[in-house]
Antibody, heavy 117, light 108 residues
């Protein structure tokens, strides 16, 4: 069974930092692209970032470029999202998602990040 | 940047009725790169359809997808209460990965 379990969310002040982790199991992690997708309270889905299978290529949404960094550990089967200079508009549930070419075939349950003073 | 418009915003129907959801893109999308997701209340999204018309694992055949170019549709032929959810379309293209704003389906 494919499992993706996020952790690391919480409450942080504006300008602060947070690192999300996503522990995966049930598939060969090192062969899949991975993504982060977020959802602000009561709003729709927004793609945040992607990393290819060996970590050599990453892409970001314009809204997080320069502030967020995606990375992965293919030995420990963990995906990361380092978030710096956080803003109120970054408040959202962050989903760890397995990529399958052009689409997303498995989603974690999400980790809530709240940016508030 | 690709702009997606899903309509209607909300659909309220009875069990057994047919739901028709639309996803219109501001530029041509390859039909190979159009997916739909279902998000039930309080749950994570799950893949419903990919490549426009291919059902994901364990998706019943009540769900079907079609379309090409800039216009795509998701049809739920015989609604059941568990189909109450928000449905998102998602193309892959020049703007990388993008989602529509969603259509809420209420089955009462």
């Amino acid at each position: 069974e494919v499992l993706l379990v996020e952790s690391g969310g919480g409450v942080v002040h504006p300008g602060g930092s947070l690192r999300l982790s996503c522990k995966v199991s049930g598939f060969t992690f090192s062969t899949y692209w991975m993504h982060w997708v977020r959802q602000a309270p009561g709003k729709g889905l927004v793609w945040v970032s992607h990393i290819d299978s060996d970590g050599s290529t990453t892409t970001y949404a314009d809204s997080v470029k320069g502030r967020f960094t995606i990375s992965r550990d293919n030995v420990k089967n963990i995906l990361f999202l380092e978030m710096n200079s956080l803003r109120a508009e970054d408040t959202a549930v962050y989903y760890c998602v397995r990529g399958h070419g052009a689409y997303f075939d498995h989603w974690g349950q999400g980790s809530l990040v709240t940016v508030s003073s | 940047e690709i702009v997606l418009t899903q309509s209607p915003g909300t659909l309220s129907l009875s069990p057994g009725e047919r739901a028709a959801l639309s996803c219109r893109a501001s530029e041509i999308v390859s039909s190979s790169y159009l997916a739909w997701y279902q998000q039930r209340p309080g749950q994570a999204p799950r893949l419903l359809m990919y490549g426009t018309s291919n059902r994901a694992n364990d998706i019943p055949d009540r769900f079907s997808g079609s379309g090409s170019g800039t216009d795509y549709s998701l049809i739920i032929s015989r609604l059941e209460p568990e189909d109450s959810a928000v449905y998102y379309c998602q193309p892959y293209g020049s703007s990388l990965w993008t989602f529509g704003q969603g259509t809420k389906v209420e089955v009462k």
